[in-house]
């Protein structure tokens, strides 16, 4: 009991337990971009963690093909997390790391906000989806970030996407 209150001792430290018990595994980038936390913050709390027995050091992820070198990233779970759970934060891991995903996942976000709930859909066109990517004037082929989005859309929001 006394490691799980020093874990919830602060708001952001909070954040990254909750985020280890929801989803099992986890690397530093994940929870820098999913919980929009500092580099040092997300270190000093892994750290904390790992001294408290609450998170251990699961598999560090192999490197890509055009890699330029660097440390490679270590997937931290919590004891009880299943192989399923790391390689899915394996999965979300290589994701972030591609600037196609992360702005079609932003643009999503965009598009959702001011356009999708305001109004109480459910459902979207994947042409609307290209209308408004290629409003955004964005630096990747529209159709590649479309079609980011409309997965994104409707795998993780559970909004209906008709191509």
Known sequence: MDKLVKALETKDLRSVVYYFMDYGAATSLILQQRLKLNESKVYRYIGKLKNLDIIEPAVRIPSQLRSTGGPRATIYKVPDADIIQINDAITLHRKILNPK????????????????????????????ILVFVKER???????????LMARYLQHQRGIKVWR
């Open 101 to 128: 995903y992360r702005l079609a996942e932003e643009l999503a976000q965009i598009l959702l906000d001011e356009y999708i709930e305001p109004r109480g859909l459910t459902e979207i066109t994947k042409r609307e």
């Open 137 to 147: 004037k964005v630096l990747f082929v529209a159709g590649d970030i479309a079609e």
